[in-house]
């Protein structure tokens, strides 16, 4: 299974981006996630979407990203609204089944003040 990021780019604070992750096939999955990592900084999770489409956010991104699920399309999207400077970071998907994650290389974000 390949999963490909796409919807990144440069963009103002206050601004919004759409990034979707996409897999190549369609195959049964229990979670998918947003990642992110920003330069010297370790990666964080920022958003999940399970199988029964219960969606979590970390905190600092809770009322502004939006996480869904396209099944018939095989995409997982992440909206993302009010984007602050701290933001900036390569955000990646990952999609898990019963048997293994499966990561994107990532789409960099990056927010200007």
């Known amino acids: 299974v390949h999963i490909v990021e796409s919807g990144g780019g440069l963009v103002q604070a206050g601004g919004s981006l759409r990034l979707s992750c996409a897999a190549s096939?369609?195959?049964?999955?229990?979670?998918m996630a947003w990642y992110r990592q920003a330069p010297g900084k370790q990666r964080e999770v920022v958003a999940t979407?399970?199988?029964?489409?219960?969606?979590n956010y970390v905190d600092s991104v809770k009322g502004r990203f939006t996480i869904s699920r396209d099944n018939a399309k095989n995409t997982v999207y992440l909206q993302m609204n009010s984007l602050k400077p701290e933001d900036t970071a390569v955000y990646s998907c990952?999609?898990?089944?019963?048997?293994?994650?499966?990561w994107g290389r990532g789409t960099q974000v990056t927010v200007s003040s």
């Open positions: 979407i399970t199988s029964r489409d219960s969606p």
């Open positions: 990952m999609w898990r089944d019963n048997w293994a994650d499966y």
């Open positions: 096939r369609r195959f049964s999955v229990n979670v």
